[in-house]
């Protein structure tokens, strides 16, 4: 199956810093989704994102399919966007479930 | 309704017991994934509804895992004779589209049901 790789695995940020979170995957892919999981548990939509680039509000995102990776930018960062943040794919033309990566923990300070 | 409604969501179950799960979709969506997440871990896929068909059972750990859609809306998750290993939220997503060749769509997940097992 395809390989998801998440980076770095845990960051610290005092408020108001900015922070690029990576997404690496080891296939083509025809879908790429990036979710907030809160401290509650609850998996919150970012982007839908299978290509190119993205915005809202302080949040972007751009992703590069051709080589097979996709990042997410956080300016200004609030205490409100600790929690961890996902990855998922899905590759075309095979299996078609969304398979996640591990995840990047983000702490951010006040 | 709104989003994706799971019940219940919190479960404590004594070794041994049968647990039942429950997801309701948002209405009209055609796909349905349950997920298990462990503590620390990224969600792990178990079980894709197409419908009312189950698609794709392969992510089930073992036979005592469970899940159907009948009417291809609401759809349960069922674990028999629990053991500790079970503990985990397990979560459920619905999509609009189908999957397959040329169709994805966007995620929209529950917020989860988090078993723990005595």
């Known amino acids: 199956g395809i390989q998801v790789e998440q980076s770095p695995p845990d960051l610290i940020l005092q408020e108001g810093a900015n922070s690029t979170l990576r997404c690496n995957f080891s296939?083509?892919?025809?879908?790429l989704q990036w979710f907030h999981q809160n401290p509650w548990g609850q998996l919150i939509n970012l982007f839908y994102i299978p290509s190119g680039t993205k915005q809202n509000g302080r949040l972007s995102a751009t992703t590069v399919a051709t080589e097979r990776y996709s990042l997410l930018y956080i300016s200004s960062s609030q205490t409100t966007d600790s929690g961890v943040y996902f990855c998922a794919v899905e590759k075309p033309g095979g299996s078609y479930i969304p398979t996640f990566g591990r995840g990047t923990s983000l702490i951010v300070h006040p | 309704g709104a989003g994706v409604s799971q019940s219940p969501r919190y479960k404590v179950a004594k070794r041994g017991q049968d647990v039942a799960l429950r997801c309701d979709p948002i209405s009209g969506h055609v796909s349905l994934f349950w997920y298990q997440q462990a503590l620390g871990q990224g969600p792990e896929f178990l079980t894709y509804?197409?419908?009312?068909?189950?698609?794709?059972k392969s992510g089930l750990p073992s036979d005592r895992f469970f899940a159907e859609r009948p009417e291809g809306s609401v759809s349960t998750l069922k674990i028999q004779r629990t053991q500790q290993e079970d503990s985990a939220v397990y979560l459920c997503?619905?999509?609009?589209?189908?999957?397959?060749?040329?169709?994805?769509?966007?995620?929209?997940f529950g917020e989860g049901s988090r078993l723990t097992v005595l």
């Open positions: 296939d083509s892919v025809n879908n």
């Open positions: 997503a619905s999509s609009l589209t189908t999957r397959g060749r040329e169709y994805t769509g966007e995620l929209f």
């Open positions: 509804f197409q419908n009312e068909a189950q698609l794709d």
